[in-house]
Structure formats: C-alpha cells, structure tokens
C-alpha cells in the first residue's frame, strides 16, 4: 500500500486523533536549575508555526523523568492557559506511581487534550505481562474512560519493560478506543512493522523519522521524534509531499540529518543546536544526570551540521 502522507491538520478524526510529526518538546531550565516557563512557552509556539502537528510534551526528549509531578502539571496548564490548543497536546504522563500516573492523565484529559503518552512502570524489571496488563488497567480504571485516548510508549531500552502484542491485544479487548495507538521507540523496524500489522486500527508512530516512510507506506500515523525538535518543517514536509523521486531526496536528507544527531549524546545535542539557533545559551542547561557535550562533541556536531546546510 502506498500512502501520500497522513491528513495535514493538527489531528483526524475517529479512533485516530492524532497524525502527522508530533515533537517531544525540549525542557529549557534556568541557571538555578528551574524550568524556563517562558522560554518553554514560546518554543512549543514556534515548534506548531513550523508546521508541528501537535507536541508530546513530557517525553524522553523532555528530560520528563527528571520533572516533579508539579513542575509537569504547570507546564500542561501554562500551554492551556496561553491558548496552545489543546488538542495538539499529548503529554506524557507515565509514572512509576501509579497515583502520580492518574493524577496527570486526568489533569490532562480535564483539559481537553487529544492523548496521552504513558510510559509503562519503569523500576521494577522483568515483570510479567500480566502486570503491565494491570497497570495500565488500573490507571484506566482510576481516570475513567470518558474522552482518555491513551497512546502507549515502547521504549524498552530505556524503561526495561516492554509492550508486548499480547499486552496490547489484551488492553484493545478490555478497553477497545480508549487505546488509540503507540510510539514505538525500540528503534527496531521488524517490531514497529508487526504492530503496524497486527494492529491496522491503532495510531502507531515509529520514534524516529528514519523510519517514517516506510511505516507511512504501511499505515502508520506518522512520527514523534526527538529531533523533529531541530528539523520539524523537514519532516512536515517528507510527510505532506506525494511519493516520487523528490519524497526520496527529503527522506534521505531527513535521515542524514538524524544520523548527525545521533553520532553523539541525542538530548544534550539537540540542546545545543537549540541553543544555537536561537542564541541563548540558557538552552545548553540539562539536568542530572544529563551533561552538556564537551568542546569535542560540540564541534563534531556543529561540523556535521554544516556539512549537510552545504549539501544542501
């Protein structure tokens, strides 16, 4: 099958309210370690005037983990209340509490917000399914069904635990919509093809645009990257053009551009070139047990940079 890209609005509509680029939204913190509001605010701005189909703020990229629940609560209702529209947010709300978990998917859902994203317990490794099964159930259970689209995160090599297809067709049996679709950062094609497979009905969004062609050619809602935070007009754009010979030349240049990315440390690159772009060098700032790149890493990246603005 052969797709031309997903609808270009910031979402569609039935089981599958989210498509398109979705951005991870980057955390600016301040020199006293506290997070940036403003800079945060007028970031996620610009991320949807370059052509961001919504921002699943409070992911990996967002340095989440190294939130508190409150500073993540403020940050949802800061977007709200300077009218970042709700339905372009897909927060992620994963805990390892599960009351932690609950409280921040309903002060999502209260706000009207198109999805959440919900990491599954992350502490506990080699748990059974079944357990996995019985949190994401009981966080469902705790907000309620009424307008949760709930979006899973397989990230394995980072949580420890996976999402596997029969977790997945066991969640669909119990709570069929109000499970609309899953980003799969394993970074593993096979894996991102068979869900796509599988589970035709689901939203299902590989983690990084080098996979993105080939999932939207076999169904998938699109992409929600960390590095649509530097190249989210490039990736727009991939995604809006028919395929043919000039779809082929933007995905490979979207592919160098991720590989740059990913020849050092993701998060604290993606801060410097942040940083960069927009001078201010407050961007540079991560919290522990983030660190800043060294001069090396930096000048590696700002070469490779340059190179493929040369390359056109």
């Not at 990084?208 to 050619?217: I, V």
Request: net charge neutral; charged share 20%.
């Amino acid at each position: 099958m052969t797709t031309t890209g997903t609808p270009s609005g910031s979402s569609v509509t039935g089981r599958r309210p989210f498509g398109g680029v979705l951005v991870p939204a980057l955390t600016p913190f301040k020199a006293d370690g506290g997070v940036d509001q403003a800079a945060f605010l007028d970031f996620c701005r610009w991320l949807l005037d370059q052509g961001a189909n919504g921002l699943a703020v409070f992911g990996t990229t967002s340095e989440a983990n190294s939130l508190s629940l409150a500073e993540r609560m403020a940050l949802l209702e800061l977007l709200i209340d300077n009218k970042i529209p709700a339905r372009t947010l897909m927060p992620g709300t994963g805990a390892c509490s599960v009351p932690e978990a609950v409280q921040l998917t309903k002060a999502a859902v209260s706000a009207g917000a198109g999805g959440v994203l919900v990491l599954p317990p992350f502490y506990y490794k080699n748990v059974p399914e079944d357990g996995v099964f019985a949190y994401y159930a009981e966080l469902i259970e705790r907000v309620g069904k009424g307008g949760l689209r709930l979006y899973l995160y397989h990230i394995p090599q980072m949580s420890g635990v996976a999402i596997t297809p029969a977790v997945i067709a066991r969640l669909l049996a119990a709570y069929g919509p109000v499970i609309a679709g899953l980003k799969d950062s394993s970074g593993n094609w096979e894996n991102t093809e068979r869900l796509l497979r599988e589970f035709p009905d689901l939203a299902i969004f590989p983690g990084s645009e080098s996979f993105l062609l080939a999932s939207l050619r076999a169904g998938g809602a699109g992409c929600i990257s960390a590095t649509a935070n530097f190249q989210v007009n490039r990736i727009r754009k991939l995604i809006d053009t028919p395929d043919g010979e000039a779809r082929d030349r933007l995905n490979e240049r979207v592919g160098r551009l991720r590989a740059a990315f990913e020849k050092v440390p993701l998060i604290p690159a993606l801060k410097a070139a942040i940083s960069n772009r927009f001078g201010r060098d407050s961007w540079r700032i991560l919290r522990p047990p983030l660190r800043e790149l060294s001069d090396g890493q930096r000048r590696e990246l700002t070469d490779a940079l340059a190179a493929l603005d040369e390359a056109g």
